[in-house]
């Protein structure tokens, strides 16, 4: 099988031409030790809080930083109101748990901060019984993300289309939208269409 990832370099290698017209900087870098992951980040008591904009907003931008600041690919994504799934590929010398950990300490402080300032009372509770609950030393006051990111590697192409496929497939699923290129938090509309989608998406071709 052959996975190809975008990445800033002259060498290509190309499926074809439509390929090789919409990603001009493709290259093979699929070996067995680098893989693509598959994460899942949930919010804790499984609250809707990506139904907001201020909070939508903060995952968003912050997926953009792991991609611009965190040497960290994003090769697929999907926002859903309770959680968000993810296809992250760091570079070599990248951690994906730090990248991991990085993001849900800077989204949490974040979106604890917004939740006080708008005065989301419902949601500071639900923040703060999940940190008394949770057995992890930790000095903060708020536990807003479920333990754990649930990382998979994807190391075939079978793997990689099951996995980016259940990645678009979630807001159909769940009703909200008709067609996967509905739904603008996902990657959806930058494979099926060729569009810019935001944060950008890191094309990972697989065939």
């Known amino acids: 099988m052959q996975l190809y990832r975008h990445a800033r370099h002259p060498a290509v290698q190309l499926l074809d031409e439509q390929i090789k017209n919409a990603m001009a900087n493709s290259y093979r870098v699929f070996t067995d030790k680098h893989y693509p992951y598959f994460i899942t980040w949930t919010i ?74 708008e005065g989301a009372t419902e949601y500071i509770s639900a923040f703060k019984k999940a940190r008394k609950d949770n057995r992890a030393q930790d000095v903060s006051t708020y536990l807003v993300w479920q333990e754990g990111s649930h990382p998979e590697a994807i190391f075939t192409e079978k793997f990689a289309r099951q996995k980016m496929d259940y990645i678009h497939m979630n807001p159909v699923k769940a009703g909200i939208v008709k067609t996967t290129d509905e739904w603008q938090y996902s990657s959806a509309r930058a494979y099926i269409l060729g569009e810019e989608t935001y944060p950008p998406t890191d094309l990972l071709i697989v065939g």
């Open 44 to 117: 804790v008591e499984w609250i809707p809080l990506f139904t907001e904009t201020a909070y939508r907003k903060i995952v968003l931008d912050s997926l953009n930083y792991l991609r611009t600041k965190k040497q960290t690919q994003l090769n697929a994504f999907v926002v859903m109101s309770t959680h968000l799934h993810a296809i992250l590929w760091p570079n070599d010398e990248i951690n994906l748990s730090d990248v991991t950990r990085d993001f849900k300490r800077f989204t949490s402080k974040e979106i604890s901060r917004v939740a006080e300032r």
